[in-house]
């Protein structure tokens, strides 16, 4: 067996170069067949660890074959399952960087380049966003640990205005804070209140027929609450897109001296848009927010962040300390005070590059044109009898409804086309259940769609679902 331990230059160079050629063969391919059934992904992985290695070129052919019929092809184009973007060239090729610096982007000890690098970027994203001046920013592996860091926040700063200090005392004998969600808020918002202690604190507010929070309920939840106030917001509902009554909701809120936290995976991205930012109208006046990058800016995964518009706060909540961690000179950032990660990848490069290549102008129209490729996909489908749309198509979420044979079972026919969808690439999409109606969830975010990729989808959705009417359905 060679290794690289005793391999030359020339043979590193080879090994890198072929894993060059192969991503761009990748890249070029349709990448339209069907995932591989997870037995005969499992059979193909089986098998204890061998006691003699192989050389490097052996392993990743072996990774190649074995790995390629599992992979889910969420960067093409007509892919329109979950929220999930593809990944700029320039994003790509950063992330390839960032691994042959290997930078650990904990302190700027540890990389003086990464922890400069975040300071800019965070610099960048604040004010596309309209944020407070001053608002502190953290890079996370996605939108679940930034809802944790900016709820770590809004539980230290609540507390301690109630004369608490959660971090020295823990939560026993602590005021109880109420924290008001709206229904069908996030998963990813009640993991992070179930980590932070606050699972028996949550209390759901109702929403309206778009899944917004009810201003009506939350004034008649607030009515009756007293006590530390945490209010989580929506700037995208995960289904439907809709966005949260946000100067409402906070104007509400800190009248009660609370804190407002908004859960803002794709939809925080519309404000860096002059069209777009209409529809997160109030959006810097709550006090802490969480976003992906790795949906809609279209940066490899992972990549979240978290925003703190009190970054005492923000580090008071998760700062830490020990003697051999060197602290970052003459004020410079350490970005371990700003999330719960001490080692890390220096996520803040990638950041840095996609954002340096498209400006904030091509930060806008890629969400301007994700918006009306939406409305055109909804366009189409709505022409056809027997399909509904079921949402207000104000970003880029659209929801589709089809017409049922069998009231008892109304999830046979989406079962099917979700079923043609997905095998057949084109318009792959991904079920839900909307105020209690199986659902096709459809998300324009991938910064190569077209409007001929949206016509092809629309075609495909609307064949799917015609051949279902013309033959018997079975579960």
Known sequence: MRTLQSASATDIDNLLRAVCDYSINYLADDNSERVTARAELEASFAGPLPDQGLDPWSVLGELFTKGEPGLLHSGAPTFLGFVMGGAYPVAIATEWVTSVWDQCGALYATSPTASVVEETVARWLVDMFGLPEGTSTGITSGCAMANLSGLAAARHAVLARAGWDVERHGLFGAPVPRVLVSRGCHTTVYRALRLLGMAGQIHPVDVDDQGRMSIPALEATLANTTGPLIVCGQVGNVDSGSVDRLNIITELAHARDGWVHLDAAFGMWA?????????????????????????????????????????????????????????????????????????????????????????????????????????????????????????????NQVLVVFDTDDPHDPSIRLDHIVEALQRGGTGWASPTVWRGTPTLRLSVCNWQTTAEDIDACAAAIITAYTDTTERPLVP
């Open 271 to 395: 404000a860096a848009s002059a069209t777009a930012r209409q529809h997160v109208e109030g959006l810097a006046s709550a006090d802490s927010w969480a976003t992906d990058a790795h949906k809609w800016l279209n940066v490899p995964y992972d990549c979240g962040l978290v925003f703190c518009a009190d970054p005492e706060a923000h580090r008071a909540a998760l700062r830490t300390t020990a003697d051999y961690l060197t602290v970052a000179p003459d004020g410079a950032r350490d970005p371990a005070d700003y999330t719960p990660d001490l080692s890390r990848r220096a996520r803040g490069l990638v950041l840095w590059s996609t954002l340096r290549h498209l400006g904030t102008r091509g930060v806008a129209e890629l969400i301007d044109r994700c918006c009306s490729l939406a409305t055109r996909l909804a366009d189409q489908l709505v022409l056809v009898d027997g399909i509904s749309i079921v949402n207000d198509v104000v970003l």
